[in-house]
Nanobody, 124 residues
């Protein structure tokens, strides 16, 4: 059974940093890619970024480029989202997800399994 569990959310002031983690089980990472998504209050869920099987990052939204980075630890089947220079508009529930995929990163609609989400609130 595939399971994904996010952690690391919380309250942070504008300009601060947070690191989210997503630990996976029940699947072989060799055949999947990880993505991070977010959903702000009253808005649709949007893709944030993805890390491919070849460790290449694809940004799904330009608004985080240069501030957010993604990395993974294959041995732990864990992916991390490092968020720097956080802005109020980054406030959202953040989700990790995986997609069975080959080269590169898929369309955001291609993800099959999702975590339960972790709240990130950026506020002074």
């Amino acid at each position: 059974q595939v399971q994904l569990m996010e952690s690391g959310g919380g309250l942070v002031q504008p300009g601060g940093s947070l690191r989210l983690s997503c630990s996976g089980s029940g699947f072989t990472l060799d055949y999947y890619v990880y993505g991070w998504f977010r959903q702000a209050p009253g808005k649709e869920r949007e893709g944030v970024l993805c890390i491919s099987r070849g460790d290449i990052t694809t940004y799904y939204t330009d608004s985080v480029e240069g501030r957010f980075t993604i990395s993974k630890d294959n041995a732990k089947n864990t992916v991390y989202l490092q968020m720097n220079s956080l802005k109020v508009e980054d406030t959202a529930v953040y989700y990790c997800a995986i997609a069975y995929w080959g080269y590169g990163c898929p369309d955001p609609n291609s993800y099959e399994y999702w975590g339960q989400g972790t709240q990130v609130t950026v506020s002074s």
